[in-house]
């Protein structure tokens, strides 16, 4: 059986569509990507939402370092391409469906903001780690990311924040390395059959 290091773990990711200073937050979450990494052990996956702004330069980041990604959309792609103002930002954010090791479609064709929530909290059940990039304002409101952050914390999935205006990063809850995988899978494939027939039994 494998042990605690062998186990592909899962780090969530959410942040603001709303960004002052996109390079520079680029720049912050490779640094933060490499050191989770590092953490979480080189069999590390992200799983991540895919709206505009602070989602897409985290998977963007992903694809550059050759971190596999599981995305969950909260729409058809057909419908989602309405949730983005910015024609290049959707061609991204194709592309990078594209280029994902697998891609997932929330169930229950909510409205949003409440499919935002549900890709949340499907984020929130698997993560072995998060990592988000928070204005440090405190946010009210159904999907959004400060919502994340407190189920986290209840939660106890270890946090760590980055703060989108000064780029400073803080753990909001520590982490502890030695923790099993909270999917409890041995096997990358192992974890995506799972996945498969768990949104195929949810359509």
Known sequence: MSNAAEQPK????????????????????R???????????KRMIVIS???AGADLIFLKACVELRIPAIVILPFPAERFAGCFEDAEEWAMAQQLVGVALARYIAPGMRE????YQVVSRLLLEWADAFLFAWNGETQKGVGSTGEAMVEAQDLGIPSRVIDTRSLAARWETPPDPDRRARHGFHSRAD?????????????
Do not use: Q, Y
């Open 49 to 51: 939402g895919l709206a």
């Open 191 to 203: 974890l995506l059959d799972f996945l498969d027939a768990r949104f195929s039994a949810s359509k």
């Open 112 to 115: 949003a903001p409440e499919a």
């Open 10 to 29: 899962l780090l969530g990711f959410a942040g603001h569509r709303m960004l002052p200073n996109t390079e520079a937050l680029r720049e912050t979450i």
């Open 31 to 41: 640094r933060e990507l490499v050191a989770m990494k590092e953490l979480l052990g």
